[in-house]
């Protein structure tokens, strides 16, 4: 069978692709995966706050505790909705489910605190003590990323 010149080059060009192209779009499809499971999570943090009940059983209590995983879960959304590399958003991910599964396991909606004492690390060399500071960050739990004051 004899092709002619452009029916050839037409079947060489659908043959051929970009590498590039097919990682923009399994960037895209990353994305558009991501962005469903945030949205899976945020709806259910915002129902769990809809049916959450204090372990102590007061009423003001519930109250209290549903409002902070109103606030926790849209404040932390917010601070989040610019982020754009993937890691960080599965990171994020990550803490919203982990926290969720903690609360709903220990019946308290607040973050568990985490106990390594000032001394318990190595000592640095330098003065400000640089590498504790970093050895901190590196032991935080990822239930508590988003807390600052830790």
Not at 77 to 91: G, H, Y
Not at 100 to 112: E, N, S, V
Not at 120 to 140: C, E, H, I, T, Y
């Amino acid at each position: 069978m004899h092709y002619s010149s452009s029916a050839k080059s037409q079947s060489q060009k659908r043959i051929q692709y970009d590498p590039s192209s097919l990682r923009i779009k399994s960037t895209k499809m990353a994305a558009i995966s991501l962005r469903s499971q945030s949205l899976s999570l945020y709806k259910s943090l915002l129902r769990t706050a809809l049916k959450w009940e204090a372990s102590s059983g007061v009423l003001s209590d519930t109250k209290s505790e549903r409002e902070y995983i109103k606030t926790e879960t849209k404040e932390l959304f917010r601070k989040n909705r610019q982020l754009t590399d993937v890691e960080e958003i599965k990171l994020c991910i990550q803490e919203g489910e982990s926290r969720l599964t903690m609360a709903l396991h220990y019946r308290t909606p607040y973050p568990r605190p985490v106990n390594i004492p000032y001394g318990g690390l190595p000592p640095s060399m330098s003065k400000d003590k640089k590498a504790q500071v970093r050895l901190r960050k590196q032991a935080k739990p990822v239930y508590m990323k988003s807390h600052d004051e830790y």
